[in-house]
């Protein structure tokens, strides 16, 4: 893991820990969570890289009857776990994941952009669960590649060091040897908040280009999107 996670710059530089992202990626998983539990069983549920923890406290208060476990070993996490409800189906750990835990879902959401090897990381974790969900940005683009200032905007802000595509999604799932079960674009530039004029005007153009050529290829086009994979270890 990265130094500026243990550090504290990552808090530093994003100290709400993103957590009025948390509505729009609970409506991501809502849906693969209701769709499991009625054929696969779920009663356990890990969040790797949880962050401020407000995504897997959501689920917690929505699915009492799941054990939700969240992993992170960034420092600064005390303050934003201490103002989340105390539910006895979550449990949030200050350190990286144990591989000798197992779950039936594991979650990697906006994780693996931060990851020097996502490969052998999905190729790891997915041993460990029954199901691996992951989001993930689509920030490799004809825009990036014309304006590639975004992309290290993206990189000193927030730490991604993978830009992905879609195919380069696929490829990432096929080399960790997981068979991808579905892709859903998760409409992240209509729904995630903006935080400036520069943010909303980008997610006005991708909604007008995602009217006249679909989301796919808006995404190809303009990049400012996310897919949600859910997979399984072959």
């Known amino acids: 893991m990265h130094s500026r996670y243990l550090s504290g710059e990552y808090q ?15 409506s991501c998983f809502v849906p693969i969570l209701n769709s499991l539990i009625g054929k696969a069983g779920v009663v356990r549920v890990v969040d790797i890289g949880c962050g401020s923890g407000q995504l897997l406290a959501c689920m917690a208060e929505a699915y009492p009857s799941i054990d939700f476990i969240g992993y992170d070993p960034s420092s600064g996490l005390d303050d934003a776990w201490q103002i989340l409800p105390g539910l006895p189906n979550l449990r949030l750990i200050n350190s990286e994941f144990d591989i000798r835990q197992s779950a039936d879902l594991i979650i990697l959401s906006d994780v693996l952009e931060h990851l020097w090897d996502p490969i052998g990381f999905v190729s790891l974790v997915s041993k460990n669960a029954k199901y691996l969900a992951c989001l993930i940005p689509i920030e490799h683009s004809v825009s990036s590649l014309i304006f590639p200032k975004a992309l290290r905007q993206s990189y000193e802000l927030v730490g991604h060091i993978h830009f992905f595509s879609l195919e380069s ?7 960790a040897g997981c068979y991808i079960l579905s892709i859903t674009y998760t409409g992240r530039s209509r729904q995630a908040p903006s935080k400036n004029i520069r943010q909303r005007c980008g997610s006005l153009v ?6 006249f050529i679909g989301e796919h290829y808006a995404s190809v086009l303009l990049g400012g999107e996310s897919v949600l994979i859910l997979s399984q270890s072959n």
């Open 12 to 26: 530093a530089n994003n100290p709400d820990w993103d957590r009025d992202h948390t509505p729009w990626k609970l």
């Open 169 to 175: 999604v696929k490829i990432l799932f096929d080399e």
């Open 206 to 211: 991708r909604s007008i280009s995602r009217y």
